[in-house]
């Protein structure tokens, strides 16, 4: 199980955590269950991507399946949809 970091260090950054679809190439693996996070092309499954601070410093990068992040009881905080959008065929021509 991931070890918890602070919350909120005083004049430093917070851990927070993101919902993600999986990309394809994902190689991470959930430290909550030890098995990878892994794209598969028939089901669109999302992933909570976690970045990690301890003592207001940056420490890494944790990418949990959806379903083990709730398992573990958010342990970096309740995840935020993410906002970025995908760059069409179209848009990566220009």
């Not at 917070?14 to 994902?26: K, N």
């Not at 669109?44 to 083990?68: L, T």
């Amino acid at each position: 199980m991931a070890a918890k970091s602070s919350t909120k260090p005083p004049g430093g950054m917070s851990s927070r955590a993101v919902i993600r679809p999986i990309e394809a190439g994902c190689t991470a693996e959930c430290p909550h269950c030890g098995e990878r996070v892994k794209f598969r092309a028939r089901h669109r499954d999302d992933q909570i991507i976690c970045n990690v601070y301890v003592d207001g410093k940056w420490d890494r990068v944790e990418q949990f399946h959806a379903a083990c992040y709730a398992e573990a009881k958010d342990p970096h905080g309740e995840p935020h949809k993410s906002e970025t959008k995908r760059r069409g065929k179209k848009a990566a021509k220009q």
